[in-house]
Structures are given as structure tokens and as C-alpha cells.
């Protein structure tokens, strides 16, 4: 299967043709560049899947990892090197498919959503970049190759959010992103560094006896791990990024701020699930607590935000706390006594890639109609747009876990594995999941449906969105569909052996029952143009309302915390012993040499015989020095 | 015969006569002329040194040889240069020859 | 140590080349200069001759009295006008040099009759042309093939480097 190079590689390419012909090349002609390349990356990832599960399991009933091509790359002792490779096993193969066939909907969607803007040649060279490199991070083959990609896509990340680099929101949010992120791989980097100090490998799978001696450490080098994890998924209170990363052109926000790259906290965790299972089972636990903490979190905020990106948004980073979670209350590695959240976790990631990206394109059309991201901009649109109405709904019922669709299955899994670990974390991430189905709910009707902006749409009539938009989200649609029919547990599994997933009817049924109770709570509440009843309960509970529309105001204390007490009583004092202290002691040095200079000068004075004089002094003290030793 | 260190006193006085002219003389060619002094007398050493103290081998010998090929080089870039001076300046004392300082 | 013919020979070659050398860097006409600078090379020929290097000698005496002397009598005709001497030195400049000179001449004598040299020995015979002409043109061990080719190219950088810099623009 060594073709798997060509996965990487032709994205790659991409980047770097399109990147460097630049304006050169025509905008339709780097578009179908670096859409052919994206279709053909993901027709490859198809057959990789095909050929990997199709190549059946082995005698342990587990399909056989394979690693294709690897190249020992930098190496530090016997067993301590860092390679680059290439690892097929169920999730990374997973992943694959994923990846490719978002970044694919995505690159076609951009025709569409990027035409006429300057810089498309750019925006697709990143895209491809991005592609690469989050390609990479999944099949990689140790903990440091993932390393590398993850700053890569963190990059591209970067890039992308401040495409519209005139724009002074962009920059700043490009900026935040990457800080926050880059602060929590620090915690990544750190983790690494004392895992590979302490079981001297990068593997993800080190010896047994080798661990022995590392098993103290395991826990804090996994915890590290962790941050990076929770920066690059938005946990909180990292979380702050993701909302401001909404800037970015909206097929971006799609790709990598919805579906891929936010996962791969996610991917991160279940990479090193045997690992967290065999010896940090408590760390699990703990991380466990802040993806639901997150969750809930976010969900609050989703309910009251204004600006449709901004709730899709925060409701991915809640549906991140909810695939945390479900990695999070495995308790061993068997799928059938506790460890059934690891299937469940992977099973939500791809679903939720699936309609989330189908959420955001459908919200890159609604923005592209309306020329605005705020609700007050529309209203009623569903005259206008029927096929991204439809489609819009289809995802809409899918994250909120309506049976058939495919969110209900892994959104039940995840629950029935919770409800395994506690009965008050299932309950509250039922409740979750109800407040999901609300806020969903809540913009699809304030979009579509609820009080129009009449004079706004009669000023300008919002139109459906070309076919190159549209066509993605039908194939999203249908896929969000027929998702949930595919055995998962067949494929991935905590153990590698098959699970057969049975639906835990007692938890689907009060799952189904809050989702349609969200669903009713929001029909009532926002279907009607005069939505009283939500006016009154803002009015009424004005005080949380604010506190949620301004996100429990985490940036402010953010804020408070790095300007008032970090910049103020840290960074103000190393600045003014660095300015004073360490610059006027150069400047000293530098003062001394130029005085002496003056000083000395008189002897340069272009005369060739007075440093003939200088040279035979010089020469004569030197082999008197000498005659004296 | 005659004792080598004779020749030896003979090129030293001769390039310390040298170094004198090309400390004092104030015409750039008076100058060159004493170069051409300082030269010629590390000629004489490798001569000397080449007959008295490795009679078999030819290495000072063929160093002088260079040496006189080279120093003919070096004479009339020299010249060359000498005489743009005297075009530009109308003049070949070297007090005038300052411009590189500071 | 009995006074011999070549005794006498090297005494009168090295008052000669002495005399001429301290008369080259004190007259005060530069031409007179240049005459001198000849004596002292036509001297060291001549102690070349000594030493049974004819050949060097006759090198010596064509290069450098032939065609060295020639160019500096040229340049000097070209850049000094008649009757133009050096002009006095002052004092300081006087004794500086001079006292830097001789105390530099001490100290290298002082080292050099110092030193133990090896034993030194005097081969009287001259060395054959056609050796010296094997050995310039030899690409073996102490054949001198290699300096011989860069010369060569030195002194092509020369010619055009000479007349890039003295031609007019």
C-alpha cells in the first residue's frame, strides 16, 4: 500500500505549485488545481479504506496496522528517534475518509463561496497545505511526527483565519488562535519531551517492560499531553479561539474550525487510549470532567449568541466535550464492559464532521444570500433557499439526535456509555443533549422561519446559492442520512475487535424524548414572527442572558488576567530591566568603543610609513616576547 | 670557503637597509626601490641556506627563481600604479597619498 | 682561518652590495637611486656566482639588472622632472627610522648567530642547467611543475592587470 505516499504528497504539491505560480496561474485554473488534487487524495483514501478493511482481520480478529513507508528521520539512541511514516489502523483510515471528503465538498463549495475575491489562488495553496498536513497528523507514525503536522495544521489554521488580512477582526483573531494554541502545545511538546525521556520512544506503543520504570510519569506526560489536545479542541478554558476563528472565510470555518482540525484533541486522546487505559485511567477521568464541563458550557452560551456562525461555533465546541466525554468514562479496553465510549467517540467525530460541515456550508450559503451573519439579517429565508433549507435541517436534525438520522446512533452510544460510568454524567449530558436540540433548533428557525427582515430582503432578494455550493451539501445531506446505518463498531473499536452495536432502547428513548422536547421548546418559542415568549424570558432573566451572550465573559477575564496582571506586573518590569539594565549596559559597551575609537583613531593616519613603523614595532616585540620564553 | 653566517650578516644589513629606505624615503618609487632591496635579500638566505645546509636539494634554489619571477610582477603592477598616481596627482609623494584614514 | 681567494672575492662583493645598498636609500636624486639599486643586484649576482649558482646568477642579472632596472629608470624619467630631489627629512622622522632600524638589525643578527644551524657544508660544483630544466618541468616528487604553471598565469594576471591600470580612460 505504499501508494498512501501519494496521499500526502499531492496536496503537498499543490501547495507549493499554486503557491508559488501565485497570481500567474489563473484563479479557475488553481481552484480545479487543488480541487482535481483533493478529489483525487480522497478517491485514494477510498480505496485505502477499501483495501484495508476489505483485507479482513487477522488471527487476534483485529485488522492488522500496517505501516507502508517509514523513514527513520532523526535519530537520538537506540530506540529514541523521531520518524516520518505512515500508519494505517482503523482511525487513522477513519480519519482519512473524513478528512478528504470534507476538504473535498470544501474545495468545490469555495468555487462558489470565493469567487471574485483576491487572493483565491492563496486561499486554495493553504487549503491544500492544510489538507497535507492534517493528513499527516493522522497517519502518523509516533507522537513526534504528530507533533510536527499539529504545529502544521495550526499554522495553516493560522493563515486561514486571517485571510483577510485588511481586516483588523481577522488579524486579531488569527492571532488569538494561534497564541492560545500554541500555549497549549507548549503543555503538548512538554508531554512529549517527558514521555520520550521517560520510556525513551516516540511509539505510541512502547514496550511493556520499557513503561515499567516510566509508569510514574506516564500520568503527567498523558495530562500534558492533554493541553495541547484541549488547545487544538477547544476545551475549556481554551475554548476562546474557536468562536474568534469565525472570521475566516466560511468553507474554512467548515473544514477546519467544524470538522477536521478541532478533532484532533480528540484523535489526540484516542491515539493514546491504550496508553490513558493502561495507566492513567484517572487522568481519562479528568478530562472526562472538562469535556463535559465544556459542553455544558458552550451549550448555554449557543442558546443566547446572535451571530449564526458564532452558535455554530460554540456548538461544535460543545459536540468536541461530547466525543471528550464518551473517551473520557471508558473504563477499560474491552467495548463490552466500559469501554464502549471509545467507539462512541469516534463513531460522533465522524458523524459530526459530516453535518457540522453541513451546518457551516449551509450557513456559507445563508451569510453569501444575505451579506450578513447576524439572525436580525434574516428570517423567513426558507422561500428563498429551499435546498439549503432542507439540507440545513437535515443537519439540524442530526445534531440534535433525531432517529434515523446519523447523530441519533453515536449520540446514543456516547450516552449509553456515559450512563455505564455515572448515572449524573449521563444525565447531564442527556440534558446536553436537549439544550443541543434547542439551540439548534432555536437558529434554524430564526433563519428560516420567525419574524423576516422585510425591508432588508426587499432591498436585496436573497437568491439560492450557485451549484458548486449546493451540490457539496446535498452529498452532505445524504450522507448525515445514511451515516448512521454503517456498522461503526464493526470497523473501530477500543479493542480492534468487532462490536456489534445494539441500540440501548431505554436511553434512546429518553434521548429521542429531550431532543424532541428542545425541539418543541424551540418551535414554541421562536416559529411565530412575534416570539414573545423569548423576549420576556430575556427581558426577565436579563442578567444571565448578558452574562451568557457575553460568554460568561471568559475573554474579559482573560483579558483582566493577561493585560492587568501579567503584562502589568510581569512583563512591564522584565521590560524596563530589559530596556534599562540589559539594553544600557550594551549601550555602555557601545559608548566605550566609540570614545576609545576617538581616542585611538589618531594612529589610522593614511600615512604607508607610519604603519610600516607600527608593523616592524610590532614584529620586533614579538620575537623579543619570543627570544624571552 | 667562506662561513655562512657572513652571507647571512651580508642580506640582514641589506634588508634593514631596506626597511630604513622604506621608512624614511618620501618618493613612492625611492620606496619600491627598497622593497626591491628587502627582497633580494631573503633571496640571498634561501640561496645560502639551499647551498650550505641541504647541498642535495634544489628547494631554495627554485624559491629564488620564483621569487625573481614574482618580484618582476609586483614591479610592474607597482609602476602601474605609480605612474595612475602620478596621473590623477601630478605628484609621487607619499605624503600626499593620505585619502585612507579614518 | 687563512685568507683565501674566496675570502677576498666575498669581502669586496659584501663591502660592495652594502655600500650600494646604504647609498640607494640616502641619495637624494632618484635616479641615482635606481643606479645603485643596480649595483646591489649586479652584487648579488655576483654572490650567486660564489655560491656555484650560475644560473640563478644569470637569471638575477637578466631580470632583475636587465629588465627591472630598465622599468624603474622609465618610470622615473616619466614622473620626475629634472633636478628634482628629495626633500630634507625632518629629525624626528630621521632618528625614528633609523633608530627603529637598528635596533630591529641588532636583534635579528643577535638571533641569527645565536641559532645552531645545522652543520654547514660547502659543496664546491656548479649544478647543471639541464637539471635544473628537468626538475621545473618534472610532475614528480620535488618537481616544480605546479609553481612553475602558477607563475605563469601570475604574471599573465600581471600584464593585464598593468595595463588596465596605467592605461588612460
Given at each position: 500500500m505504499e501508494y498512501t505516499v501519494l496521499i500526502l504528497l499531492l496536496p503537498f504539491l499543490s501547495f507549493i505549485l499554486i503557491g508559488l505560480?501565485?497570481?500567474?496561474?489563473?484563479?479557475?485554473?488553481?481552484?480545479?488545481?487543488?480541487?482535481?488534487?483533493?478529489?483525487?487524495?480522497?478517491?485514494?483514501?477510498?480505496?485505502?479504506?477499501?483495501?484495508?478493511?476489505?483485507?479482513?482481520?487477522?488471527?487476534?480478529?483485529?485488522?492488522?496496522?500496517?505501516?507502508?513507508?517509514?523513514?527513520?528521520?532523526?535519530?537520538?539512541?537506540?530506540?529514541?528517534?523521531?520518524?516520518?511514516?505512515?500508519?494505517?489502523?482503523?482511525?487513522?483510515?477513519?480519519?482519512?475518509?473524513?478528512?478528504?471528503?470534507?476538504?473535498?465538498?470544501?474545495?468545490?463549495?469555495?468555487?462558489?463561496?470565493?469567487?471574485?475575491?483576491?487572493?483565491?489562488?492563496?486561499?486554495?495553496?493553504?487549503?491544500?497545505?492544510?489538507?497535507?498536513?492534517?493528513?499527516?497528523?493522522?497517519?502518523?507514525?509516533?507522537?513526534?511526527?504528530?507533533?510536527?503536522?499539529?504545529?502544521?495544521?495550526?499554522?495553516?489554521?493560522?493563515?486561514?483565519i486571517g485571510f483577510y488580512y485588511t481586516k483588523k477582526e481577522a488579524v486579531a483573531a488569527s492571532k488569538k488562535?494561534?497564541?492560545?494554541?500554541?500555549?497549549?502545545?507548549?503543555?503538548?511538546?512538554?508531554?512529549?519531551?517527558?514521555?520520550?525521556?521517560?520510556?525513551?520512544?516516540?511509539?505510541?506503543?512502547?514496550?511493556?517492560?520499557?513503561?515499567?520504570?516510566a509508569k510514574v510519569f506516564l500520568p503527567l506526560a498523558l495530562g500534558l499531553m492533554f493541553i495541547g489536545g484541549a488547545g487544538k479542541s477547544a476545551m475549556f478554558p481554551l475554548h476562546i479561539w474557536l468562536p474568534d476563528a469565525m472570521e475566516g472565510p466560511t468553507p474554512v470555518s467548515a473544514l477546519i474550525h467544524a470538522a477536521t482540525m478541532v478533532v484532533a484533541?480528540?484523535?489526540?486522546?484516542?491515539?493514546?487510549?491504550?496508553?490513558?487505559?493502561?495507566?492513567?485511567?484517572?487522568?481519562?477521568?479528568?478530562?472526562?470532567?472538562?469535556?463535559?464541563?465544556?459542553?455544558?458550557?458552550?451549550?448555554?452560551?449557543?442558546?443566547?449568541?446572535?451571530?449564526?456562525?458564532?452558535?455554530?461555533a460554540f456548538s461544535t465546541i460543545s459536540q468536541i466535550g461530547f466525543m471528550i466525554v464518551s473517551l473520557g468514562v471508558?473504563?477499560?479496553?474491552?467495548?463490552?464492559?466500559?469501554?464502549?465510549?471509545?467507539?462512541?467517540?469516534?463513531?460522533?467525530?465522524?458523524?459530526?464532521?459530516?453535518?457540522?460541515?453541513?451546518?457551516?456550508?449551509?450557513?456559507?450559503?445563508?451569510?453569501?444570500?444575505?451579506?450578513?451573519?447576524?439572525?436580525?439579517?434574516?428570517?423567513?429565508?426558507?422561500?428563498?433557499?429551499?435546498?439549503?433549507?432542507?439540507?440545513f435541517l437535515v443537519a439540524c436534525l442530526a445534531i440534535a439526535g433525531i432517529w434515523p438520522l446519523s447523530g441519533f446512533f453515536s449520540k446514543d452510544e456516547i450516552l449509553a456509555a456515559c450512563f455505564d460510568f455515572s448515572p449524573i454524567m449521563g444525565w447531564v449530558m442527556t440534558f446536553i443533549a436537549g439544550l443541543t436540540a434547542f439551540y439548534m433548533f432555536r437558529l434554524y428557525y430564526n433563519i428560516f422561519w420567525g419574524r423576516e427582515n422585510k425591508e432588508l430582503h426587499a432591498e436585496h432578494k436573497p437568491h439560492e446559492a450557485p451549484l458548486t455550493m449546493t451540490v457539496p451539501l446535498i452529498f452532505l445531506a445524504l450522507v448525515t442520512l445514511a451515516a448512521g446505518w454503517i456498522p461503526f463498531g464493526e470497523f473501530v473499536s477500543s479493542n480492534g475487535q468487532a462490536y456489534h452495536i445494539h441500540i440501548d432502547w431505554s436511553v434512546a428513548a429518553v434521548s429521542l424524548c429531550v431532543a424532541a422536547a428542545g425541539i418543541a421548546l424551540a418551535t414554541w418559542m421562536y416559529l411565530r414572527e412575534d416570539r414573545k415568549v423569548a423576549d420576556s424570558l430575556a427581558t426577565r432573566f436579563s442578567g444571565l442572558h448578558k452574562a451568557a451572550y457575553h460568554r460568561f465573559y471568559i475573554d474579559e477575564i482573560y483579558q483582566f488576567i493577561t493585560h492587568r496582571i501579567i503584562f502589568a506586573c510581569i512583563s512591564t518590569p522584565i521590560a524596563w530591566f530589559d530596556r534599562h539594565v540589559v539594553d544600557g549596559f550594551m549601550n555602555l559597551l557601545a559608548w566605550i568603543s566609540n570614545k576609545a575609537s576617538w581616542l585611538i583613531r589618531g594612529m589610522q593616519s593614511g600615512y604607508v610609513q607610519r604603519y610600516g613603523i607600527w608593523f616592524l614595532g610590532g614584529a620586533l616585540g614579538l620575537t623579543i616576547v619570543l627570544l624571552l620564553i | 670557503m667562506v662561513q655562512m653566517e657572513y652571507y647571512l650578516i651580508v642580506s640582514t644589513i641589506m634588508m634593514f637597509v631596506g626597511i630604513y629606505g622604506f621608512l624614511t624615503r618620501r618618493n613612492l618609487l625611492a620606496m619600491l626601490i627598497s622593497v626591491e632591496l628587502i627582497l633580494n635579500s631573503v633571496d640571498i638566505n634561501f640561496v645560502v641556506f639551499n647551498r650550505f645546509l641541504f647541498p642535495g636539494q634544489l628547494e631554495g634554489f627554485f624559491f629564488s627563481l620564483f621569487a625573481i619571477g614574482i618580484s618582476a610582477a609586483e614591479t610592474a603592477v607597482a609602476i602601474a600604479i605609480i605612474i595612475n598616481i602620478y596621473r590623477n596627482m601630478r605628484n609621487i609623494q607619499v605624503k600626499n597619498l593620505n585619502k585612507l584614514k579614518w | 682561518m687563512s685568507i683565501t681567494l674566496d675570502l677576498i672575492v666575498f669581502i669586496v662583493l659584501a663591502l660592495f652590495i652594502v655600500a650600494s645598498s646604504i647609498l640607494a636609500v640616502t641619495t637624494k636624486r632618484i635616479l641615482r637611486a635606481a643606479t645603485y639599486l643596480?649595483?646591489?643586484?649586479?652584487?648579488?649576482?655576483?654572490?650567486?656566482?660564489?655560491?656555484?649558482?650560475?644560473?640563478?646568477?644569470?637569471?638575477?642579472?637578466?631580470?632583475?639588472?636587465?629588465?627591472?632596472?630598465?622599468?624603474?629608470?622609465?618610470?622615473?624619467?616619466?614622473?620626475?622632472?629634472?633636478?628634482?630631489?628629495?626633500?630634507?627629512?625632518?629629525?624626528?622622522?630621521?632618528?625614528?627610522?633609523?633608530?627603529?632600524?637598528?635596533a630591529a638589525l641588532g636583534i635579528c643578527?643577535?638571533?641569527?648567530?645565536?641559532?645552531?644551524?645545522?652543520?654547514?657544508?660547502?659543496?664546491?660544483?656548479?649544478?647543471?642547467?639541464?637539471?635544473?630544466?628537468?626538475?621545473?618541468m618534472s610532475t614528480e616528487k620535488y618537481g616544480y611543475v605546479l609553481p612553475f604553471e602558477v607563475i605563469s598565469i601570475l604574471l599573465l594576471a600581471c600584464i593585464i592587470g598593468g595595463i588596465m591600470i596605467a592605461r588612460k580612460r
Open positions: 505560480l501565485g497570481t500567474k496561474l489563473k484563479p479557475v485554473a488553481a481552484g480545479a488545481f487543488g480541487t482535481v488534487v483533493t478529489g483525487a487524495v480522497a478517491l485514494l483514501s477510498y480505496w485505502t479504506a477499501f483495501s484495508f478493511f476489505g483485507a479482513g482481520r487477522n488471527a487476534d480478529g483485529v485488522y492488522q496496522t500496517q505501516i507502508p513507508w517509514n523513514a527513520e528521520w532523526l535519530p537520538f539512541g537506540d530506540s529514541l528517534h523521531i520518524d516520518l511514516g505512515i500508519l494505517l489502523d482503523p482511525i487513522s483510515v477513519m480519519m482519512l475518509v473524513v478528512i478528504s471528503t470534507v476538504s473535498f465538498m470544501v474545495h468545490i463549495y469555495s468555487f462558489g463561496y470565493m469567487k471574485g475575491e483576491t487572493g483565491f489562488q492563496r486561499y486554495y495553496s493553504f487549503l491544500s497545505l492544510f489538507t497535507m498536513s492534517m493528513l499527516g497528523l493522522v497517519v502518523a507514525t509516533n507522537i513526534f511526527q504528530m507533533y510536527i503536522f499539529w504545529e502544521l495544521v495550526g499554522v495553516s489554521s493560522y493563515l486561514l488562535a494561534f497564541i492560545v494554541t500554541r500555549f497549549a502545545d507548549l503543555g503538548f511538546l512538554i508531554g512529549i519531551l517527558i514521555y520520550g525521556f521517560y520510556t525513551g520512544s516516540f511509539s505510541f506503543t512502547p514496550d511493556s517492560e520499557v513503561i515499567g520504570t484533541g480528540v484523535y489526540l486522546v484516542a491515539r493514546m487510549f491504550p496508553l490513558f487505559i493502561g495507566y492513567a485511567p484517572e487522568v481519562l477521568h479528568v478530562t472526562a470532567y472538562v469535556g463535559a464541563f465544556t459542553a455544558l458550557y458552550a451549550a448555554v452560551v449557543a442558546c443566547v449568541q446572535s451571530d449564526i456562525k458564532r452558535v455554530l471508558c473504563t477499560s479496553a474491552d467495548p463490552h464492559a466500559g469501554g464502549l465510549g471509545y467507539m462512541a467517540s469516534m463513531f460522533h467525530l465522524f458523524t459530526h464532521a459530516m453535518f457540522k460541515a453541513l451546518l457551516f456550508l449551509g450557513a456559507g450559503c445563508i451569510i453569501h444570500a444575505v451579506h450578513s451573519n447576524e439572525m436580525s439579517a434574516m428570517g423567513g429565508l426558507r422561500k428563498y433557499m429551499p435546498v439549503t433549507h432542507v439540507t | - | 643596480l649595483f646591489v643586484l649586479i652584487g648579488t649576482a655576483g654572490i650567486y656566482f660564489q655560491l656555484n649558482y650560475s644560473f640563478l646568477g644569470a637569471v638575477q642579472l637578466l631580470v632583475y639588472a636587465g629588465g627591472i632596472t630598465v622599468l624603474y629608470v622609465f618610470s622615473i624619467l616619466l614622473t620626475s622632472s629634472e633636478g628634482d630631489q628629495a626633500e630634507k627629512l625632518k629629525k624626528g622622522k630621521f632618528f625614528a627610522g633609523l633608530i627603529a632600524t637598528l643578527l643577535f638571533v641569527m648567530l645565536k641559532h645552531k644551524f645545522l652543520s654547514p657544508v660547502f659543496e664546491h660544483g656548479e649544478l647543471p642547467v639541464k637539471e635544473i630544466g628537468m626538475a621545473l
